[in-house]
């Protein structure tokens, strides 16, 4: 089945320590997304890709980046967590068409991050 | 900036109860969906509503998306513990590549 896949489902990091997020997709969608979702909220988008264009939102951190090295995997790094950090981490991906058109978007499990 | 009203933020019900989720915005969506998330994992799209005024049906859940595209409900009939979760409506706006999230509905349905 076409899906989107997140690894690890848990991680624990030390505060400070860099961290890394993997996401893969076998849906063929030119558009990544990487939330940030704390406990009961909402998702809270902090990048996309559509192909290979990087978009950061305004208030994203300088603390996370992304990479995104083919159509089928996205990473998130964090480059020095802090106790904030600690959240659940959700990659989706979307399929945009040469007219603009947007639809919906997959989600994957999730990564939930632990910072000690 | 586009947001997204929903109502109500928690609900705990019987089984076998009805209930009504709304979204509501004063802004208008190009599309507009429903999703639900359980404990420890990622959002499941339920439904995409597109056109104004359009009904979608999945089982015991009924999706309305208003006619001017400003609002939307989720409307389960007949509640069961296994549709306990928390309920995302998510409008796209024309164009966007955003989602712009409700605020989210915690249901729980008591046995």
């Known amino acids: 089945d076409a899906m989107v896949i997140q690894n690890p489902r848990y991680q624990v990091t030390q505060f400070g320590k860099p961290v890394t997020l993997s996401c893969s997709q076998t849906?063929?969608?030119?558009?990544m997304y990487w939330y940030q979702q704390k406990s009961s909220q909402a998702p809270k988008l902090l990048f996309h890709?559509?192909?290979?264009?990087?978009?950061n939102e305004a208030d994203t951190p300088d603390n996370f980046q992304s990479r995104r090295p083919n159509t089928s995997f996205c990473f998130l790094d964090i480059r020095s967590p802090g106790l904030g950090d600690a959240a659940m981490y959700l990659c989706?991906?979307?399929?945009?068409?040469?007219?603009?058109?947007?639809?919906?978007?997959?989600f994957g499990p999730g990564t939930r991050l632990t910072v000690t | 900036t586009q947001l997204l009203k929903q109502s109500p933020q928690f609900l705990s019900i019987q089984e076998g109860e009805n209930l009504t989720v709304y979204c509501n915005s004063s802004?208008?969506?190009?599309?507009l969906q429903w999703y639900r998330q359980e404990p420890g994992e990622g959002p499941v799209l339920l439904v995409t509503?597109?056109?104004?005024?359009e009904v979608k049906k999945l089982k015991r859940l009924t999706f309305q998306f208003g006619d001017a595209r400003k609002d939307s409900s989720l409307h389960i009939t007949a509640a069961q513990t296994g549709d306990t979760g928390l309920y995302l409506c998510?409008?796209?706006?024309?164009?966007?590549?955003?989602?712009?999230f409700g605020k989210g509905t915690k249901l729980s349905v008591i046995p």
């Open positions: 802004s208008v969506f190009s599309s």
């Open positions: 989706a991906t979307s399929l945009r068409l040469a007219g603009g058109h947007l639809y919906e978007q997959y």
């Open positions: 890709y559509y192909d290979k264009d990087f978009n």
């Open positions: 849906l063929n969608h030119n558009v």
């Open positions: 509503v597109v056109t104004g005024g």
């Open positions: 998510a409008g796209a706006g024309a164009g966007s590549y955003q989602l712009t």
